[in-house]
Every structure is written in C-alpha cells, then in structure tokens.
Antibody
Framework: QVQLQESGPGLVKPSGTLSLTCAVS?????????WTWVRQAPGKGLEWIGE???????SYNPSLRSRVIISMDKSKNEFSLNLSSVTAADTAIYYC??????????????WGQGTLVMVSS | EIVLTQSPGTLSLSPGERATLSCRAS???????LTWYQQKPGQAPRLLIY???RRATGIPDRFSGSGSGADFTLTISRLEPEDFAVYYC?????????FGQGTKVEIK
C-alpha cells in the first residue's frame, strides 16, 4: 500500500518561497498516477494547487500558476512543491495526494498526513 | 471554474439517523467526475465515493452517492459514531479541479 509523507519547513517568511517534498513509499512514482498538492487554510476548505505526471506533464490552478512549481525526482521517488512570494494567505496545511489509476474518475485515493506551513516574520 | 456549493453547512443528527448531503455545481459535468471525501479533525481527507456512486475500497455500504448534471447527493443511511465528520465533494469535470466548502455532520 502506497504511503505519502510531506516534509519541509513549518515557518516561511513573507515574500519567501515555500518548499515542500512528498516522499512516496510502497510504490513507484512512475506508475499511472498523477501526483498532487492540495492545501487547506486553518478552519477552511480544500484547494487544489496542482499536479504532475511522471512523463513531465503538469497542471496548475490558475489562481496560483504564476507562483507555483511542481517537480519530481524519480531517483528519490518523491515530488516537490515550490510556492514563491508567499503571504499570510498561504498559511495552510499542505497535503500531497495520489490520483488513482482511474484518473479523474477515481479521485485521490492516497494522502499524506499533511504539514502545516505558517507564513510569518 | 466550476463552483461547488454544499448544503447544509452543518447537519445535526443522532446516531442511527439518515444523513443527506447536497453538492450543487455552477455548471453541469459528467457524473463520472464527482468525488466525495470524509475528513475528521487532525486527519487528511479520505476517499469515500468516486464516479458519483462508486464506493472506495473499505467504505461501508451505508454510504451511497447519486446524482447527475449539476446536482449530487451523498447519503449515509444510518449514522455510526465514527461518521461524524466533515464531508467534501470535488469535481474533476473541468480544470481547475474544485472542492465544495464542506458539510459538517455533528452529533445532535
């Protein structure tokens, strides 16, 4: 059973760059899945950030596209999120997730536990 | 983008009762692309239902989904203590993929 684990700094200064990594274990990142980042501001709902396929295909939320980069390191079986020019509005729990092999018809069937990132000076 | 509106915002029910949660979209999309998640405090969301009505692995049959077009429903036939949580719908019909704001099912 695949497991996902986020890691990265829990505190980022305003105007800085938020960088997180999602380590995938129990399965290869080169399978037929899209690998995704979702965030949740404190006490709020879920927001899709973007996703990547092992072929290099990418898709980002237009609301964040100018600031987001998602990348993948197949040798380490992990993928990453970089969000630049952060503000307090980017304070959230960040989740990595796997889109099932069914793709858009299957939903996110595996999630990391989430990591809280606060943007503060 | 497709906006999903969930209602009610909070549902106060007792164990054993039936819960009916609504998810309405700002525009229609294929029912193949509607998903439901359950989230408990301090936990990541968990996949419940995909393709509007298909239960994910390990999800009990008291959970069911229905709907089409722009109107979808999650039904919990008889609430168990572990079902009290927040439920989110999500659409994959048109990018960006969006979530509803959630319905909290709380113990009455």
């Amino acid at each position: 059973q695949v497991q996902l684990q986020e890691s990265g700094p829990g505190l980022v200064k305003p105007s800085g760059t938020l960088s997180l990594t999602c380590a995938v274990s129990g399965g290869s990142i080169t399978t037929s899945n899209w690998w995704t980042w979702v965030r949740q501001a404190p006490g709020k709902g879920l927001e899709w950030i973007g996703e990547m396929y092992h072929s290099g295909s990418l898709s980002y939320n237009p609301s964040l596209r100018s600031r987001v980069i998602i990348s993948m390191d197949k040798s380490k079986n992990e993928f990453s999120l970089n969000l630049s020019s952060v503000t307090a509005a980017d304070t959230a729990i960040y989740y990595c997730a796997r889109l099932s092999v069914g793709g858009r018809e299957g939903g996110y069937d595996s999630w990391g536990q989430g990591t809280l990132v606060m943007v503060s000076s | 983008e497709i906006v999903l509106t969930q209602s009610p915002g909070t549902l106060s029910l007792s164990p054993g009762e039936r819960a009916t949660l609504s998810c309405r979209a700002s525009q229609s999309f294929s029912s193949a692309f509607l998903t439901w998640y359950q989230q408990k405090p301090g936990q990541a969301p968990r996949l419940l239902i995909y393709g509007t009505s298909r239960r994910a692995t390990g999800i009990p049959d008291r959970f069911s989904g229905s709907g089409s077009g722009a109107d979808f429903t999650l039904t919990i036939s008889r609430l168990e203590p572990e079902d009290f949580a927040v439920y989110y719908c999500q659409q994959f019909g048109t990018s960006p993929w969006t979530f509803g704001q959630g319905t909290k099912v709380e113990i009455k």
